[in-house]
Nanobody, 117 residues
Framework: QVDFVESGGGWAQPGGSLRLSCAAS????????MGWYRQALGKQRELVAT??????TNYADSVKGRFIISREARSTINLQMNNLKPEDTAVYYC????????????WGQGTQVTVSS
């Protein structure tokens, strides 16, 4: 079992910034990927950014150059969101996914991000 504490969501104006944080705890395997996904109203969940065990990052095209994912501990990640746009409005979910061993996937409860004037 992997549990999450997600924080940092809220409201921002277009062009503003927010910083999300996700601290995973529990049965953490060494080889895993963590990241943020989001789901807007009426849309499917989509990848925002991921970071793997050796800190290789991957971003959705829509957030490249604006968002930065980073790791501050083995299973704690941050997402710095800059130059926010209304289309960034969504529920953001922290994700933990094991690779090679275990292959378990866990999701956080989600945190709302709203970007509007």
């Amino acid at each position: 079992q992997v549990d999450f504490v997600e924080s940092g969501g809220g409201w921002a104006q277009p062009g503003g910034s927010l910083r999300l944080s996700c601290a995973a705890s529990g049965s953490i395997n060494t080889i895993h990927v963590m990241g943020w996904y989001r789901q807007a109203l009426g849309k499917q969940r989509e990848l925002v950014a991921t970071i793997n065990a050796i800190d290789h990052t991957n971003y959705a095209d829509s957030v490249k150059g604006r968002f930065i994912i980073s790791r501050e501990a083995r299973s704690t990640i941050n997402l710095q969101m800059n130059n926010l746009k209304p289309e960034d409005t969504a529920v953001y979910y922290c994700n933990y996914r094991e690779e090679i061993v275990g292959l378990r996937t866990y999701w956080g409860q989600g945190t709302q991000v709203t970007v509007s004037s």
